[in-house]
């Protein structure tokens, strides 16, 4: 029987955690601190400036077209930023901090110049976190937020957006778009015409990707899911590289051992760490509005 406290809800960044090396999974989605009974995470300068540039973009959707530019898009990433200022955004230095900042102030003028999607009419799923059941036989949830539903009136569909701070592409192989196809097209009424990736920092334009299979995409997930169910069961969760660990759990891991210094508490109560000593890589009903 079915039952979403005890189903097991996989998304696109803890599928990605399982693939990449179990441990890392384990320890960014199921292990709890013992003291504290919340989940752990490693704050960075790249994840501070992707949140805090999305948080504005995002913020966009719930206004009306004609008030989305009312207020500037500056002034409001100012107010965000004050929320991961300092240690709190993994940051080190003044001067580092000042870098990622200015990047993110170029994105948002680029998003003012050139509004593209942001401009037209978008879909609000009405989940503060979208999700379903991707298999309700095998208890399993499929969630996750997606950054923009562009809505077209005259053809009644859907175009999803994804917004990228990264300086690099998105990997070919990336499940995302397969999982968010999936997730649109079950969360909300509006058929899905296409899909793109706007590179903020690297382009004023969209670059529009080819929507995955739909069939192809739940059969996929659902097979990776349905592996992460097993591990989760069997509580074993081992990195591919052995006890010498990996580069995705081996951060983690200096945080179960005291390496990491706590900086603060997430809205989702995840009890925030950084390393600063080591060097950092960059890595839905509806409605419309």
């Known amino acids: 029987m079915s039952d979403k406290f005890s189903a097991t809800w996989v998304s696109h960044s803890s599928i990605k955690d399982f693939l990449n090396c179990p441990r890392a999974y384990y320890l960014n989605n199921v292990y709890r601190d013992p003291y504290t009974n919340h989940k752990i995470q490693i704050i960075s300068p790249p994840l501070s400036l992707g949140s805090a540039v999305h948080e504005v973009i995002e913020s966009l959707s719930v206004l009306p077209t004609e008030d989305r530019f009312k207020e500037s898009l500056l002034k409001k990433f100012e107010n965000v930023w004050k929320k991961c200022s300092g240690e709190k955004g993994g940051f080190v230095s003044s001067d580092q901090e000042q870098q990622y900042k200015k990047r993110g102030e170029a994105m948002l003028a680029r998003v003012i110049k050139n509004p593209g999607p942001v401009a037209n009419l978008a879909v609000k799923i009405k989940q503060d976190l979208p999700h379903y059941w991707l298999s309700e036989d095998d208890n ?12 077209l009136p005259d053809l009644d569909v859907v175009n999803i957006v994804d917004f990228k701070t990264s300086k690099r592409e998105e990997e070919g192989d990336s499940l995302q778009l397969p999982i968010y196809h999936l997730l649109v097209s079950n969360t909300q009424k509006h058929k899905v ?3 793109s990736y706007w590179y903020l920092e690297l382009s004023e334009t969209l670059v529009e ?7 192809q995409a739940y059969k996929q997930i659902l097979q990776i899911a349905k592996r992460i169910k097993l591990q989760r069961q069997l509580k074993i ?3 591919p590289n052995g006890e010498n660990g990996c580069k995705y759990c081996r951060p983690l891991e200096k945080v179960l051992r005291g390496e990491a210094k706590q900086v603060g508490i997430s809205q989702y109560n995840q009890d925030i760490y950084i390393l600063p000593w080591e060097e950092k890589s960059e890595e839905r009903e509806s409605e419309v509005l």
């Open 140 to 151: 399993i949830i499929l969630c996750g937020k997606i950054d923009w539903l562009e809505y």
């Open 193 to 195: 015409n296409k899909a």
């Open 209 to 215: 990707k080819q929507l995955p299979d739909l069939e």
């Open 237 to 239: 969760f081992k990195c």
